[in-house]
């Protein structure tokens, strides 16, 4: 068999061609569908980071828990009782006294008047 050099970019991409053909279209959208899938089932890094905080401070005891505080002249709580909760804030806004409570999803805010003496 008598080679030529001249035929070798010829062969060669001809190789290279037969190489990278394409996956089919429908083996790609399963691929992505299986990545999408993996996304969805892994926890975020913050996540992980609350999940880790629950736990090392009492994890199961906030699902039934009442803690308040004080933090920069403002009163702040909350209730959890299953899947039942209440936060609320009771403080000064803009020179007004505002109380701000969350009741299983439902916001309410009462405003008054400071009273200067």
């Known amino acids: 068999m008598n080679f030529s050099y001249k035929n070798a970019p010829i ?12 996956k089919p279209q429908k083996e790609v959208l399963l691929e992505k569908e299986r990545i999408e899938v993996l996304k ?3 926890p975020t890094k913050a996540a992980l980071i609350l999940q880790d905080c629950i736990m090392a401070h009492g994890g199961e005891l906030y699902e039934n828990a009442h803690y308040s505080f ?6 702040y709580s909350f209730k959890n009782n299953g899947a039942e909760y209440e936060y609320t804030m009771n403080g000064e806004v803009k020179g007004e006294v505002v109380s701000d409570k969350l009741l299983n999803n439902e916001f309410k805010r009462s405003v008054k008047m400071k009273k200067f003496t």
Not at 17 to 22: F, L
Not at 70 to 75: G, H, K, L
């Open 11 to 22: 062969l060669l991409a001809i190789a290279l061609i037969a190489c990278n053909q394409p």
């Open 70 to 75: 004080a933090f920069r002249e403002r009163t």
């Open 40 to 42: 969805e089932k892994a």
